[in-house]
T-cell receptor, first 116, second 113 residues
Framework: NAGVMQNPRHLVRRRGQEARLRCSPMKGHSHVYWYRQLPEEGLKFMVYLQKENIIDESGMPKERFSAEFPKEGPSILRIQQVVRGDSAAYFC??????????????FGPGTRLTVL | RKEVEQDPGPFNVPEGATVAFNCTYSNSASQSFFWYRQDCRKEPKLLMSVYSSGNEDGRFTAQLNRASQYISLLIRDSKLSDSATYLCVVTSSPLDSNYQLIWGAGTKLIIKP
């Protein structure tokens, strides 16, 4: 059973470009979470999605960031017009049930975004 | 006050020693608690859940103190491979509309030979 997959593992963008990060949850998991981790800091929750639904986006910046989890295919975190402050590790996690039923989450290897 | 606070360390500990660190949380309604381990530039991995009665897994012991609102992690007979950052995770109140995990910034542990 493959774990959570994220790609690309490393992404370099120039200021103003778009970044697209992809996450395929573990088989059988329909709950996906995105986190951002700045250097020397803890994980910051960004968004929680189920198939075709955004359940909680309270951690998402109001502008330039969006996320989706379509019926088919991976979850996508999209950052438009990237700025240097967006440089971070972006982790995706999945779970088979909602957080309220099983808080354990399984993490992908992360995408390290560098904005030049 | 941060919702979940940890001493960032680093804790420099000789191999074979016992080390312990705590994590405090601010929301008394939190119900679930975890320790995750994160190796440098890798993803977090669940180390152990923390139960009200305390729990032990080999060299690792986790305890919860609800009255003082902290959880602890004790590592006995530390190994070089224990070097990592240990992340404390607490669930928000189940009454919150946005029930989620709240992550501490982590405690860095370095085991020296």
């Amino acid at each position: 059973n493959a774990g959570v997959m994220q790609n690309p593992r490393h992404l370099v963008r120039r200021r103003g470009q778009e970044a697209r990060l992809r996450c395929s949850p573990m088989k059988g998991h329909s709950h996906v979470y995105w986190y951002r981790q700045l250097p020397e800091e803890g994980l910051k929750f960004m968004v929680y999605l189920q198939k075709e639904n955004i359940i909680d986006e309270s951690g998402m910046p109001k502008e330039r960031f969006s996320a989706e989890f379509p019926k088919e295919g991976p979850s996508i975190l999209r950052i438009q017009q990237v700025v240097r402050g967006d440089s971070a590790a972006y982790f995706c996690a999945s779970s088979p049930l909602p957080t309220s039923n099983t808080p354990e989450q399984f993490f992908g290897p992360g995408t390290r975004l560098t904005v030049l | 006050r941060k919702e979940v606070e940890q001493d960032p360390g680093p804790f420099n500990v000789p191999e074979g020693a016992t080390v312990a660190f705590n994590c405090t949380y601010s929301n008394s309604a939190s119900q679930s608690f975890f320790w995750y381990r994160q190796d440098c530039r890798k993803e977090p991995k669940l180390l152990m859940s923390v139960y009200s009665s305390g729990n032990e897994d080999g060299r690792f012991t986790a305890q919860l103190n609800r009255a003082s609102q902290y959880i602890s992690l004790l590592i006995r007979d530390s190994k070089l491979s224990d070097s990592a950052t240990y992340l404390c995770v607490v669930t928000s109140s189940p009454l919150d509309s946005n029930y989620q995990l709240i992550w501490g910034a982590g405690t860095k542990l370095i085991i020296k030979p």
